[in-house]
């Protein structure tokens, strides 16, 4: 799944989900539908699908990030769950989750340039 994930206070983290639509007929059917641009800025759109899920991390979560830590290259790298969490305090942060059986076991920033 993914979705916007912003941490307020001592709230559950909780992803905003989106589906990405493309900048293809598709997209901009959805784009004339919305009164939307187009084609998109970016070539693509975040669309919000209305759905909410809680992001529960577990110790052995594995968290991702390519922006979060300043000091590293711009490449995908592991990153604590906690530094995830705090980035979220204070922006709003693309994330994609995977799951198996039911809980995370991976979520990553989803970064696009």
């Known amino acids: 799944m993914?979705?916007?994930l912003r941490v307020h206070g001592t709230a559950r983290p909780t992803l905003r989900l989106f589906r990405t639509i493309v900048d293809d007929e598709e997209g901009r059917a959805y784009a004339r539908a919305h009164h939307l641009g187009d084609p998109f800025f970016?070539?693509?759109f975040d669309a919000p699908t209305g759905g909410r899920l809680p992001l529960d991390l577990a110790a052995d979560t594995i968290c991702t990030g390519i922006t979060i830590d300043p000091g590293a290259q711009l490449d995908d790298h592991t990153i604590p769950c906690a530094d995830?969490?705090?980035?979220?305090?204070?922006?709003?942060?693309?994330?994609?989750e995977w799951r198996s059986r039911g809980r995370v076991v991976q979520a990553s920033e989803l970064f696009r340039p």
């Open 84 to 96: 995830l969490l705090a980035a979220a305090r204070t922006v709003t942060v693309r994330v994609v």
């Open 2 to 4: 993914s979705g916007w």
């Open 42 to 44: 970016d070539g693509f």
